[in-house]
């Protein structure tokens, strides 16, 4: 099973050294965050399964931070963090769009409790995966059909294979392309290729990303082999 990726947004690192080591413990692959600005790129990017958030990250707010992800379209579910028990904050958390709310001091089995029903929740709302046939290399949904080149279908499906995690140019190259005389410029080559089949991306659950000096990611549900 592929581990659960948890963003962890809060202004005080020790709270979120904190978090990342119990929930670490619980089987998540935690990343942290401090401040609301770099947050925001991290709850849109949809590398998460899921996320924790302050109500309170300094000088900003975690509520306008999550209305702000929610309105660019992030879908991943939420929790929110407050030593505040006020109902008030409770309902704009919620309102903003936040799934759930956890009051501060909370029992660590709670939290985590919390957060496997709302991965359910979302689960059970995603999409079937697109399929990956090695029969004859297409790339298939319910609605439509794509047949791609043998390079096409090897890249893909080793995106696949590391769904959420960058890829770096090179390591793709290595894989797809050791020992050919090529520069390793072939592999935005055939990411492009690709891209164009896609299009649109809604079609078939996932995307191909470009992370900024870490590589290429599918986005969305990836299909299966």
């Known amino acids: 099973m592929q581990e659960a990726r948890l963003l962890v947004v809060d202004d005080d690192p020790e709270i ?5 080591r119990g929930l670490a413990l619980h089987g998540y692959a935690v990343e942290t965050c ?9 709850l849109t990017s949809q590398r998460f399964h899921a996320a924790v958030v302050d109500v309170m ?41 936040a799934d759930d709310y956890v009051v501060k001091p909370f029992a660590f089995d709670e939290l985590v409790a919390r957060l496997q029903v709302q991965q359910h ?8 995966p697109a399929r990956l046939s090695a029969a004859d290399h297409s790339l298939s949904t319910p609605t439509r059909r794509l047949q791609l080149t043998d390079r096409e279908f090897a890249l893909l499906a080793l995106l696949a294979a590391h769904a959420g995690t960058p890829l770096s140019r090179g390591e793709i190259f290595d894989r797809l392309w050791a020992g050919e005389s090529r520069s390793e410029n072939v592999v935005d080559v055939y990411i492009g290729y690709l891209r164009k089949k896609l299009k649109p991306g809604t079609d078939f659950g996932f995307e191909i990303v470009t992370l900024r000096q870490r590589g290429f990611y599918l986005d969305g549900v990836p299909p299966t082999l």
């Open 16 to 20: 979120c050294s904190a978090l990342a």
């Open 34 to 42: 401090n401040r609301a600005d770099l947050a925001f790129g991290q």
């Open 57 to 97: 990250l300094g000088a900003d707010s975690g509520i306008a931070l999550v209305r702000r992800a929610r309105a660019a379209g992030a879908q991943l579910p939420i929790l929110m963090l407050s030593a505040l028990s006020e109902v008030e904050q409770r309902a704009a958390g919620l309102a903003a769009g």
């Open 121 to 128: 929740r979302a689960a059970a709302m995603r999409p079937a």
